[in-house]
């Protein structure tokens, strides 16, 4: 692509080009098309008499014109950058960024940011979005800020949908007296924010570099206010390049952050009242724990009544194996008579029960009369295009305020108003419920045996398998596939790092880049990695392997291979049901065979350690064993488990 | 692109022991009720048709359950009588296909189900150590 010029055009230069192509329309006879415009008598087809500025232009030294410069204003966004503590920058290397890209290699050292390689977009903006559940911050992420940007937005519509910080740069060129012929016009645009305005929660295009500065910071703070999400700042090629030509004017703007706010005191001691006074409470939650202080806040909370809670794992809320956790008894929803919901994504989904049948319907899963409760952010900020919203659901009580933040005074609410006979009756309930997890979990290792030596290989056994490996290091599980929960029922998932969540809006391709984004916050760590995904998702950025094995960023792999696009399959099947027809060719369209994926080669192909296809369950724990050295030697591996569909 | 993959739509449908055991109330009888109105099936047919019609899908390939838009039970070694398992696939309840004659026949189904009753069911979790970690 063309180097654009440092400084502005001088009109010496342009009437240079000009009489340039002048001599030479001149020298050339034109064509003459049939129908064309008949060309001008000769005589006045010569070009016009030398004026004093060609005069000059021939005779006198050639104005300024520099070909170096000592500062440019992306050493300046560096700077700026630098002050937020942004640890990382994951690219796919863009001309209309270069000024910066250069920056942040030469001015910025490589370091606060470090360039993160990515092969496509999506990868960069999914491993920002796994980078930031799992560290607590973000990173950011640049791109091209027209293509570039049109291959990132399901990525940033997931991280929106999962309320997750990712700071998008899109490179753009503002001036259009500046943009070279080509490419340059095809890659600026007026707007460009415009393309993600709806699943963003800010955009600006700084159109200098004071501006920069504080829209810098400005996105930063508001991209993790809660309720968290991405922003995007449009950045000017001629700002990022250009000599800066006053640096003693410029600020670096001070970031303080958003102290979260607590729910209204009055109505934490009316929901207090309300779930101290209730015969069967129930805490449901999904993105409670956005600290590790989180998940602790929500235990001592559940501890202080003695409630179930049943967590839809959006983030690590709760552990796996506490007496309290009843995720896999729904059934208390339609016995609870308090409900508390926590940051919940879905409300109306939870608390309802819905028939994808030919007259969709639906009706709640609470019992009549039951009250229900809201703590949480979300619906503070919400857009209307996109209905990530869900549907409405009535409540009683609606606290605005962040879950994690208010949890504390909600429990000394609690603590405050149990006397002692209520303080008897949550113990006893305590113990009821404890009861019922334990004979959840041993229903859960009973079920698991069920086609133990099957093969294809069940997916419980491949999820006990991965266990019996990984449970003696400081593991962290990062990943899943759709409907895969025997972690969740299997594994004592306790720690605050031991999972971070899903895609957020199910946009296939998160999990792989996610999973390496999540790996790559705890390589500094030490932690070791394990995530589990489709074959399906693997597929659609596979390339996010290089960028783990470039950047030697451990993590274990599972392709959980049901060669297939499953949840398809099944919903193709059910229309093929529903209209009675034959339900045998409905793999047509959602089936990855006639070949069969190899995705151990796929992976070395990438500078990944492959594992697989594995076929037989007894193989799982040398292949498991090989690539978890692998893993520890500070590489990805990747095991290709031929399973059964679910 | 609709694609369920997001974490909360995949552990509400994990819920499979809460709804599965529902479902498992409502439908099933005691092994003498279930022995009584046994059909005389053809087990190997029963399984043809199990992986061709794509029963597998949800229900795995050895009965083991699974999950759709919600959870679909353990079929290995049902306890299922008959004419319940025959109802459910006739006029299923919950989010599961209904599969008409046209496409399933009495025999079809009797079929399926001697083979399905004839799976391994679960086992006890202490002859699997790596599953008591």
């Given amino acids: 692509m063309p180097k654009r010029r440092q400084e502005a055009d001088s009109s010496r230069r342009n009437f240079l080009k000009g009489a340039g192509l002048v001599g030479a329309a001149a020298a050339v006879a034109p064509p003459v098309a049939a129908g064309a415009m008949p060309a001008a008598p000769l005589s006045k087809a010569k070009a016009a008499l030398p004026g004093p500025r060609q005069i000059a232009a021939e ?29 990382y920058m994951a690219i796919n290397c863009a001309s209309s960024y270069r ?35 799992m560290e607590g911050k973000p990173i950011a992420m640049a791109c091209h800020g027209v293509v570039g940007l049109q291959h990132a937005t399901m990525a940033m519509y997931n991280a929106w949908c999962d309320r997750v910080p990712v700071i998008v740069f899109g490179g753009n060129i503002m001036e259009a007296d500046k943009r070279a012929p080509g490419a340059e016009w095809l890659h600026a645009g007026v707007d460009i924010g415009q393309l993600v305005r709806e699943f963003t929660k800010w955009d600006d295009q700084p159109a200098s570099l004071q501006h920069f500065g504080e829209s810098m910071v400005r996105a930063y703070k508001i991209a993790t206010t809660p309720p968290m999400g991405p922003v995007f700042l449009a950045l000017d090629g001629e700002l ?41 409470p129930l805490i449901v939650c999904d993105r409670v724990a956005r600290t590790p202080a989180g998940m602790k806040n929500l235990v001592e909370f559940a501890e202080a009544l003695q409630c179930p809670v049943i967590d839809n794992y959006g983030r690590m809320n709760f552990p796996s194996r506490h007496p309290l956790n009843q995720s896999f008894r729904r059934a208390l929803i339609g016995q609870a008579d308090v409900i508390l919901a926590i940051e919940m994504n879905d409300l109306w989904g939870t608390l309802t029960h819905f ?30 295009n996109y209905q990530d919203f869900g549907r409405w659901q009535d409540v009683d009580l609606d606290i605005a305020g962040d879950g994690e933040a208010s949890l504390p005074e909600l429990t000394e609410a609690v603590r405050r108003l149990t006397d002692p006979a209520q303080k008897a009756a949550f113990d006893e309930r305590g113990k009821k419920l404890a009861t019922a997890h334990q004979a959840m979990v041993e229903r859960s290792k009973v079920d698991a045996t069920i086609g133990w030596d099957a093969s294809p290989i069940t997916t419980a056994r ?29 594994w004592d998932i306790k720690k605050p790092y031991q999972w971070n969540g899903g895609s957020g809006g199910a946009g296939v391709g998160y999990n792989l880049p996610a999973s390496i984004g999540a790996a790559l916050a705890n390589k500094k760590h030490g932690r070791f990695t394990v995530a589990f995904g489709g074959d399906g998702d693997f597929m659609f950025n596979p390339g996010a392997l290089w960028t783990a094995a470039h950047h030697e960023i451990p993590i274990l792999y599972i392709v959980h ?34 070949p069969n994926i190899d995705y151990a080669t796929v992976a070395r192909g990438m500078g990944a350690h492959g594992e697989g296809p594995i076929t037989d369950p007894n193989d799982l724990a040398p292949a498991l064993k090989r690539a978890i050295a692998v893993v520890k030697a500070g590489g990805p591996a990747v095991i290709d488990v031929v399973t059964d569909p679910r | 692109m609709h694609k369920l993959n997001n974490v909360a739509v995949t552990m509400v449908a994990a819920v499979v022991l809460g709804l599965g055991a529902c479902l498992g109330a409502c439908l099933a009888g005691s092994q003498s009720a279930r022995a009584q109105d046994a059909p005389q099936g053809d087990a190997a047919n029963g399984k043809r048709i199990f992986l061709k019609e794509a029963c597998f899908t949800c229900h795995g390939r050895v009965g083991q359950g699974g999950a759709y838009n919600g959870p679909a039970p353990i079929l290995a070694h049902t306890a299922l009588p008959f004419d319940a398992f025959k109802g459910q696939v006739r006029n299923p309840i919950n989010d599961m296909p209904a599969y008409s004659s046209a496409v399933l026949s009495d025999k079809d189904i009797a079929d399926i189900y001697v083979f399905v009753h004839g799976l391994p069911g679960p086992s006890s979790p202490k002859n699997f150590p790596i599953l008591n970690n």
């Avoid at chain 1, 890209?101 to 030469?106: G, M, R």
């Avoid at chain 1, 291979?561 to 949840?567: F, V």
């Avoid at chain 1, 399959?569 to 339900?583: D, E, K, Q, S």
């Fill in chain 1, 99 to 133: 000024g910066l890209h250069e920056a942040v290699v030469n001015h910025g050292g490589n370091t606060k940011p470090e360039i993160i390689t990515c092969v496509h977009e999506d990868i960069a903006v999914h491993i920002s979005q796994g980078y930031a559940k």
């Fill in chain 1, 240 to 280: 990022q390049e250009n000599p800066i030509r006053d640096r003693g004017s410029l600020r670096i703007p001070k970031y303080e952050p958003v102290i979260p706010p607590v729910g209204d005191s009055a109505a934490i001691v009316e929901a207090a009242k309300m779930l101290v006074a209730a015969k069967n």
């Fill in chain 1, 462 to 490: 491949m999820c006990a398998e991965v266990y019996n490996q990984i449970k003696d290091e400081d593991w962290s599980v990062v990943g899943t596939a759709i409907r895969l929960s025997w972690m969740h029922r299997l």
């Fill in chain 1, 355 to 384: 028939r994808d049948r030919i007259d969709r319907t639906s009706h709640p899963a609470t019992k009549p009369g039951a009250k229900i409760i809201t703590l949480g952010m979300r619906d503070l900020y919400l857009k209307s």
């Fill in chain 1, 561 to 594: 291979n049901n060669r297939a696009y499953h949840q398809e399959y099944m919903y193709l099947t059910a229309m093929a049901a529903r209209h009675g027809r034959g339900v045998d060719r409905m793999d047509i369209g959602t089936t990855l065979k006639d």
């Fill in chain 1, 59 to 87: 005779t006198m030294p050639p104005a300024s014109d520099p070909v170096n410069q000592t500062s440019s204003g992306g050493d300046y966004m560096v700077d700026v950058i630098k002050t937020l503590d942004i640890e």
